[in-house]
């Protein structure tokens, strides 16, 4: 049990590693809005992966891969939600330069980030793929997934919030007008591409 859980924290920490739509989102989040900023979207981003770790736990996101309409439709939900939030990127980095940005409120974050996650039936699929094989069929076995799924959620969390503390450390940069702008349209133009890749990529 000790191998599978080292294992299992292995796995999901590097899982948290490789970059996708919540490294582009915290940046965007954190150059508009800063520390507080990129902490409420990943609240929002962990609660969405929270939401998939649980339903592969209790059965339910297997309905993505049972339901061919299912998992389409959240996945052309999934598509507007990354595309959208990209075109605001891109549009708050063609505006003229009259100070800081407009912080978004902490709501705004946590549903930027709860969004992000929820709407991405990749992350429920993965979850299907990704809890079982850590646990053995058995007495417990629901119970162990439930654990698995609150430790995944934890190592993602701490993950980003490593993000955000480099992010802070170099806040000042990140609030410069130029920098900002380029980082709204790196970002944006990311979150963009993503959206254009998974409405592209209809595998599960």
Do not use: C
Request: aromatic fraction near 6%; proline fraction near 4%; avoid cysteine.
């Amino acid at each position: 049990m000790t191998t599978s859980l080292i294992t299992f924290f292995a796995a999901s920490l590097l899982l948290a590693l490789f970059p996708g739509p919540g490294t582009a989102l915290v940046l965007r989040q954190a150059v508009r809005g800063g520390r507080k900023a990129a902490l409420a979207t990943v609240i929002g981003m962990e609660l969405g992966v929270l939401v998939w770790a649980l339903a592969a736990a209790f059965g339910v996101s297997v309905l993505l891969t049972a339901s061919e309409i299912a998992y389409t439709t959240l996945r052309i939900i999934g598509v507007i939600v990354l595309v959208w939030i990209g075109i605001r990127s891109l549009l708050h980095a063609r505006r003229p330069d009259t100070g800081p940005a407009q912080a978004p409120s902490t709501a705004q974050g946590v549903r930027a980030g709860l969004l992000v996650n929820v709407a991405n039936p990749k992350l429920g699929v993965f979850a299907v793929s990704f809890l079982p094989q850590f646990v053995a069929p058995g007495p417990g076995h629901q119970s162990t997934l439930v654990v698995l799924a609150l430790l995944w959620v934890v190592v993602d969390t701490l993950w980003y919030l490593v993000v955000v503390v480099l992010l802070d450390r170099i806040s000042r940069f990140l609030q410069r007008a130029k920098v900002r702008k380029r980082l709204e349209q790196v970002s944006g133009t990311v979150l963009i591409g993503l959206g254009v890749r998974l409405a592209l990529d209809s595998s599960r």
